[in-house]
């Protein structure tokens, strides 16, 4: 009932137990899919339940998959209502979760982000969906598809790619396709099309700048039968292709490329690097591929990565060992701690007076704080001390020096946090008053280095940025 035929095969299946096909650009949907019975939230009319025949007057249907805890998601929102609302009666957005009634029901309700955006009373989801995803291929959501009134997949993408023209474009011209789809997979090198059919055993590297519709996921091809490795390691900061690139070398340290605290960077003019990252979207973002004989080493191939983009950027990079400053927790006095041994709520972290996550698994989105804490700003309420340290360092809720736990307890506790976070002298006052101390200390730590060529910078003399360390003028910053 739900087959159709389409190029990719997929091992799901429909409710007739036959296998679904992934649709691609240019595909149609099948007959049935406009005529399923479609579970909705918020529909404006009050109505429970929708087709997408109901929509067949629209020119484009867009059908943008989401859920509550993924935050880009939800992010996404306003900007696909405002083309709606650009494109008047042109367009029809419908979200799609496969989520359930009663998780959109709260999300609508309790969404501080929804409520701010003023998109509670027009905002409306198709919910419990089982089938609708199934007919596309994604890495992930966001994810969005158009699909115009014969039922023609127009569009694979992010929500990002989506804007207006392309959107009139579509519209004006059936045949056009103005928004590139997402690339999933790299099942060939990429500039395999410009070389000649006739040669084989080719083999380059290069780095390409951002590339729209790209999966940011790495991959390691081995294609035994043309004989070759392809690396491709897509739309990465320079700091995570150099993390990529240097797995294979001394004081590797895993995930340290994601924190800030322990990254450095020793460039000529720091200041117009970070500024140029704070406003231009992308900004020192790359593909890096590299093709290479199958003969080769893997370990060889990482190192020439290396190499290249030590080439191509004008900078080296490597783990090294530094002092820095670290902030320290430590138990000053264990009356003052709050514990609570047998609680089995979940840690609760509310920034700016807004709550995260309420406990349950379908209820993760920003929402105000409420009960006891209504009027608490900041605080971490019942966290575990060894958590503490993740909660700031990798989350980056604040410009601070990597926190290390040297309590040698493993209790909850909660903190009511100063409104600035990023106050020093305010948090450490804020730990006392929970019986712990945050004491600034010199610590050797691996950090990850770039270091630009002919670089003649005070390696000694740092500042912490939200991009990470950089070098600072006059008396070293204390951040």
């Known amino acids: 009932m739900f087959s159709l035929s389409a190029q990719t095969p997929r091992k799901d299946s429909g409710a007739d137990g036959l296998s679904i096909k992934y649709l691609k650009i240019g595909d149609t949907i099948p007959r049935a899919l406009w005529d399923l019975k479609l579970d909705v939230v918020g529909h404006p009319n009050g109505t429970q339940a929708i087709s997408l025949r109901d929509y067949k007057t629209k020119k484009l249907i867009i059908l943008d998959f989401w859920a509550t805890w993924c935050s880009s998601c939800i992010a996404a929102f306003p900007g696909l209502y405002k083309l709606q609302n650009d494109l008047g ?131 390691f091809n081995v294609n035994s039968l043309r004989g070759y490795k392809q690396l491709v390691v897509p739309n990465l900061n320079v700091f995570m292709q150099y993390a990529v690139a240097l797995q294979h070398s001394s004081n590797y340290s895993p995930g340290i490329a994601r924190i800030p605290s322990r990254c450095i960077l020793e460039v000529n003019d720091p200041d117009s690097i970070v500024n140029k990252l704070s406003i231009i979207q992308h900004f020192w973002e790359y593909t890096y591929e590299s093709v290479s004989p199958i003969a080769y080493e893997d370990k060889a191939i990482y190192r020439k990565m290396e190499r290249d983009l030590n080439f191509y950027l004008g900078m080296t990079g490597s783990y090294q060992k530094r002092n820095v400053n670290c902030l320290v927790i430590r138990v000053a006095d264990h009356r003052k701690l709050i514990i609570n041994k047998e609680s089995t709520q979940s840690p609760i972290v509310i920034l700016n007076g807004l709550v995260e996550s309420d406990g349950t698994a379908n209820g993760k989105f920003l929402q105000k704080a409420e009960n006891d804490y209504k009027h608490v700003k900041n605080a971490i309420i019942g966290i575990e001390v060894k958590y503490i340290p993740n909660l700031f360092n990798r989350r980056k809720i604040a410009t601070l020096p990597f926190i290390l736990d040297e309590t040698g307890i493993s209790d909850q506790v909660s903190i009511t946090l100063p409104d600035n976070i990023n106050d020093l002298e305010q948090l450490k006052q804020a730990f006392a008053a929970q019986g712990l101390t945050l004491s600034l200390e010199k610590r050797n730590m691996i950090m990850l280095v770039l270091r630009e060529d002919g670089y003649q910078g005070d390696n000694t003399k740092l500042k912490l940025t939200r991009y990470g360390y950089i070098p600072a003028s006059g008396k070293e910053d204390t951040r």
């Open 89 to 219: 009666d042109q367009v029809k957005v419908l979200s799609v979760t496969y989520q359930d009634r009663a998780a959109i029901e709260k999300f609508i309700n309790k969404s501080e982000f929804i409520r701010s955006q003023g998109l509670k009373n027009t905002f409306s989801s198709v919910v419990g969906d089982k089938l609708l995803t199934k007919y596309f291929e994604k890495s992930g959501i966001p994810f969005t598809v158009c699909i115009d009134n014969r039922g023609v997949v127009r569009s694979l993408s992010e929500p990002s790619e989506l804007n207006a023209p392309s959107l009139r474009q579509m519209i004006r011209d059936t045949n056009a396709v103005p928004v590139a789809a997402q690339v999933i997979e790299f099942k060939r090198p990429l500039l395999g099309p410009y070389y000649d059919n006739k040669i084989h055993n080719y083999y380059y590297s290069t780095l390409l700048p951002y590339g729209r519709g790209i999966s940011q996921a790495s991959v």
